[in-house]
């Protein structure tokens, strides 16, 4: 456990049943223009309704942007903020999952012509903040509403890359259980698991801390708790609430600690065979776990200590950690997450390009507790090919 840390959240939050409505009062503060980051799926199915009447009864001018596809590459991302710019705007909403907030994040320090996400990339310390932000997930989530981090494609590298800058944490972040009410199931299961793999990943990386600690073991009951009903029972309110604000702590959690080997192997699967990250790091989660198992067996007793409600006590440290890795696989078994790149037609012969591009995300690859060689990743991408 590291002996200095510190802690970099949005620096304001509303959660619960009526949070939707303080978007009002927040513009309502000298705001000239609005430019709406969303997608093209959530204004067909209606689900940005209430920010856009919201905003229209403050009577601000605003401009949709919604051609943001899944997992966007760096170079979608910078037609984003390129048209961006070309607003003029003063503010920022971004109604969505991770890609859309990713995408508004990297408009909130690109006004300017200085670098470009490209440049990003190599620099990321390089921008500024230059328009303020506001985050309303319609998922729960990626917990990108809480983080300093933007993921984008580097097509080049088959691989996808996090922008990381503390200038990019939103100012604002609304919590509302209404705008996930209607998610898809498979939307809703593979975005809650991702949130489920960040609560766990930030409790057993070597980055942890007594602050990511806090919000990653909150989270991580959260989420285990409510996730199967959340994702299975539209009108389950308040299993919904319980998981936007898990995934919220699941992502401050990682702005304190960082994911590990789930999401640095995930990364590539995503990057050249464009599955949805969530997905990704669903197939990828028991082996890892499994992998892991010898370095954070301590830790994962510690976990069925906390979010275990009705959990034997008596059971040993090795039955502990067992029935966590046990209860991670069952929850995507019973979401019906995919766990086989068979799914995804992803040949054999593959397998060593995906080494080559898992083992390159370094940044993830340090928090592993359990250092993964090329040969482990071999045998952990060869258990899902």
């Known amino acids: 456990?590291?002996?200095?840390?510190?802690?970099?959240?949005?620096?304001?939050?509303?959660?619960?049943?009526?949070?939707?409505?303080?978007?009002?009062?927040?513009?309502?503060?000298?705001?000239?223009?609005?430019?709406?980051?969303?997608?093209?799926?959530?204004?067909?199915?209606?689900?940005?309704d209430l920010p856009i009447q919201l905003i229209e009864e403050a009577g601000i001018e605003y401009t949709i942007l919604s051609d943001i596809p899944a997992e966007p590459n760096y170079h979608e991302a910078q037609a984003m903020v390129d048209a961006f710019k070309n607003e003029q705007a003063d503010f920022i909403?971004?109604?969505?999952?991770?890609?859309?907030?990713?995408?508004?994040?990297?408009?909130?320090?690109?006004?300017?012509?200085?670098?470009?996400?490209?440049?990003?990339?190599?620099?990321?310390?390089?921008?500024?903040?230059?328009?303020?932000?506001?985050?309303?997930?319609?998922?729960?989530?990626?917990?990108?509403?809480?983080?300093?981090?933007?993921?984008?494609?580097?097509?080049?590298?088959?691989?996808?890359?996090?922008?990381?800058?503390?200038?990019?944490?939103?100012?604002?972040?609304?919590?509302?259980?209404?705008?996930?009410?209607?998610?898809?199931?498979?939307?809703?299961?593979?975005?809650?698991?991702?949130?489920?793999?960040?609560?766990?990943?930030?409790?057993?990386?070597?980055?942890?801390?007594?602050?990511?600690?806090?919000?990653?073991?909150?989270?991580?009951?959260?989420?285990?708790?409510?996730?199967?009903?959340?994702?299975?029972?539209?009108?389950?309110?308040?299993?919904?609430?319980?998981m936007l604000l898990g995934s919220f702590y699941a992502g401050v959690a990682i702005t304190a600690s960082g994911t590990t080997a789930v999401h640095a192997l995930s990364y590539p699967l995503g990057g050249k065979y464009h599955i949805a990250h969530g997905v990704s790091n669903a197939i990828l989660l028991t082996p890892v776990m499994r992998f892991n198992e010898p370095a954070i067996k301590e830790l994962l007793a510690d976990a069925y200590d906390r979010v275990i409600h009705d959990g034997d006590q008596t059971l040993s440290i090795d039955e502990k950690s067992a029935f966590m890795i046990n209860r991670l696989e069952n929850i995507v078994r019973i979401l019906e997450i995919p766990t086989s790149l068979k799914t995804f037609r992803v040949p054999e012969e593959d397998l060593e390009g995906l080494v080559a591009a898992g083992m390159e995300v370094t940044r993830l690859l340090v928090n592993n507790k359990r250092e993964v060689t090329p040969e482990d990743a071999r045998a952990i991408y060869q258990q899902i090919l």
């Open 1 to 48: 456990m590291l002996t200095d840390y510190s802690l970099k959240m949005p620096k304001t939050i509303f959660a619960g049943e009526h949070a939707i409505e303080q978007l009002k009062p927040i513009i309502n503060s000298g705001i000239r223009k609005i430019v709406l980051f969303t997608d093209k799926s959530l204004l067909a199915l209606g689900l940005i």
């Open 93 to 242: 909403v971004a109604v969505g999952g991770g890609s859309v907030m990713d995408v508004a994040k990297l408009a909130s320090i690109s006004a300017t012509d200085e670098y470009t996400i490209k440049d990003l990339l190599d620099d990321p310390l390089a921008a500024k903040k230059h328009v303020r932000s506001l985050m309303i997930p319609s998922t729960a989530g990626t917990g990108a509403e809480a983080t300093p981090n933007a993921i984008v494609g580097v097509p080049e590298k088959d691989l996808k890359i996090g922008i990381v800058n503390p200038e990019m944490i939103a100012d604002f972040v609304l919590l509302d259980g209404r705008m996930i009410k209607d998610l898809p199931k498979p939307i809703a299961a593979a975005t809650g698991v991702d949130a489920l793999c960040h609560a766990i990943e930030c409790f057993t990386s070597a980055k942890a801390n007594p602050i990511s600690d806090t919000f990653a073991l909150e989270a991580l009951d959260l989420i285990m708790n409510h996730i199967i009903e959340a994702c299975t029972n539209p009108e389950a309110l308040e299993a919904k609430r319980s």
